[in-house]
């Protein structure tokens, strides 16, 4: 079971886009609709932001996005505001476990 | 609003067990459909998953933390734990308790630091 594979680092200017990806295999993000996007802020737990590929809990903003296609998932942020600044990880359902991705460390220039 | 809360020592010696404990307000752990969770950060790291248990008592494992890791359910007292044994400085980390619906975990406890002393 390896960590799903993201950038280090993505870095943006507010009322930029940007798009973190999160690359897996078919076992993971390929074989289930079942990746997630958290939002850690240091010192906090992570925050679901994006659950099913797609779909946003309640409360998120829609500024945030997910997306997937083959063996990588998307995370992409519109319009980014300087509280965007965190860590972002992706997961996926994999064969009755989970997997977490490495970590991209967002910076709101 | 589910919350939930984690508890335990906070310094535990190599080669013992670590427990947890994670209290659930708000919403049985016996209501179908969920998925308790345990999940764990090192110091400057990212998420690694150690497991959960379904309402029915079914327990899934990280591979790699399988045979030291058992998760268990006290559904009198809402509560579910972690027991890791034979701990090494390799253990020390922030261990979050999380309610999952089925790979998304949407409520997390703020998190406890167990630190590994030799």
Redesign the interface.
């Known amino acids: 079971q390896s960590a799903l594979t993201q950038p280090a680092s993505v870095s943006g200017s507010p009322g930029q886009s940007i798009t973190i990806s999160c690359t897996g295999i078919s076992s993971d993000v390929g074989g289930y609709n079942y990746v997630s996007w958290y939002q850690q802020h240091p010192g906090k737990a992570p925050k679901l932001m994006i659950y099913e590929v797609k779909y946003r809990p309640s409360g998120v903003s829609n500024r945030f996005s997910g997306s997937k296609s083959g063996n990588t998932a998307s995370l992409t942020i519109s319009g980014l505001q300087a509280e965007d600044e965190a860590d972002y990880y992706c997961s996926s359902y994999t064969s009755s476990s989970t997997v977490f991705g490495g970590g991209t460390k967002l910076t709101v220039l | 609003q589910v919350q939930l809360q984690e508890s335990g020592p906070g310094l535990v010696k190599a080669s013992q067990t670590l427990s947890l404990t994670c209290t659930v307000s708000g919403g049985s752990i016996s209501n179908g459909g969920y998925y308790w969770?345990w999940?764990r950060q090192h110091p400057g790291?990212?998420?690694?998953?150690i497991?959960?248990i379904y309402y029915s008592g079914s327990t899934?494992?990280?591979?790699?933390l399988k045979s030291r890791v058992t998760i268990s359910l006290d559904t009198s007292k809402n509560q579910f734990s972690l027991k890791l044994n034979s701990v090494t400085a390799a253990d020390t980390a922030v261990y979050?308790c999380a309610r999952?619906?089925?790979?998304?975990?949407?409520f997390?406890?703020?998190?406890t630091l167990v630190t590994v002393s030799s």
């Not at chain 2, 790291?45 to 998953?49: N, P």
């Not at chain 2, 997390?108 to 998190?111: E, I, L, M, S, Y």
């Open positions: 969770s999940i790291k990212g998420l690694e998953w497991g959960y899934y494992y990280n591979p790699s979050y999952d619906g089925g790979g998304l975990a949407d997390w406890g703020q998190g």
